[in-house]
């Protein structure tokens, strides 16, 4: 099974400020892992995937890198709405499919 | 639009059954593998269950393999999961979630809205 690790837990960032989130997996998973955001009470929206690749409708702010087994999202500026957990997740060796600890954006 | 929407959640004791459905609309049902994934109360994200397009092939995660089963039904584009012998543990908000492309892994892009599982006494 391929452990996902994200760092830090948390992250407190004032609003127009940059955000840097890491993401590790124990081996290598290629370009295969992607990026979600999550509110509370809400289903995760899907933000990366291609580790680079925004989706439909995603900010520019947004911007994943990485491949193997380093990986980093990049919120430019952030914004109001941007106050979320983020998580990463492989698809490039399952089952099982593996999910990261999430990585929560809060207002610092 | 696409949408995905569960129901069947509730309330059931240790060791009860339920069964979970997700409705599928707006996109050919038929040519994406589909999943479970769940979420326990303050908790993160955990991969449950897939189900191949056609039905053929299933996969679970450890914890719920032997108690949990998968199943499609193309014609009515529907997803369910059937949930015995439940625990404590399994108590989350249940998701399903389609891969971003037909018949090939990638990232979820659409997810339902969830229904919440509480298993207690």
């Known amino acids: 099974e391929i452990v996902v690790t994200q760092s830090p837990a948390t992250l407190s960032v004032s609003p127009g400020e940059r955000a840097t989130l890491s993401c590790r997996a124990s081996?290598?998973?290629?370009?295969?892992l992607a990026w979600y955001q999550q509110k509370p009470g809400q289903a995760p929206r899907l933000l990366i995937y291609?580790?680079?690749t925004r989706a439909t409708g995603i900010p520019a702010r947004f911007s994943g890198s990485g491949s193997e087994t380093e990986f980093t999202l990049t919120i430019s500026s952030l914004q109001s709405e941007d106050f979320a957990v983020y998580y990463c997740?492989?698809?490039?060796?399952?089952?099982?499919?593996?999910f990261g600890g999430g990585t929560k954006v809060e207002i610092k | 639009q696409v949408q995905l929407v569960e129901s069947g959640g509730g309330v059931v004791q240790p060791g009860g059954s339920l069964r979970l459905s997700c409705a599928a609309s707006?996109?050919?049902?038929?040519?994406?593998?589909m999943h479970w994934v769940r979420q326990a109360p303050g908790k993160g994200l955990e991969w449950v269950a897939f189900?191949?397009?056609?039905?053929?092939?299933?996969h679970y995660t450890d914890s719920v393999r032997g108690r949990f089963t998968i199943s499609r039904d193309n014609s009515k584009n529907t997803l369910d999961m059937q949930m015995n012998s439940l625990r404590a543990e399994d108590t989350s908000v249940y998701y399903c979630?389609?891969?971003?492309?037909?018949?090939?892994?990638?990232?979820?892009?659409?997810w339902g809205q969830g229904t919440m599982v509480t298993v207690s006494s």
């Open positions: 979630a389609k891969f971003r492309l037909e018949r090939a892994s990638d990232g979820f892009d659409i």
């Open positions: 707006g996109f050919t049902f038929s040519n994406y593998g």
């Open positions: 189900i191949r397009y056609d039905g053929s092939i299933k």
């Open positions: 081996q290598s998973v290629s370009s295969n």
């Open positions: 291609g580790a680079s």
């Open positions: 997740q492989q698809y490039n060796n399952w089952p099982p499919l593996t």
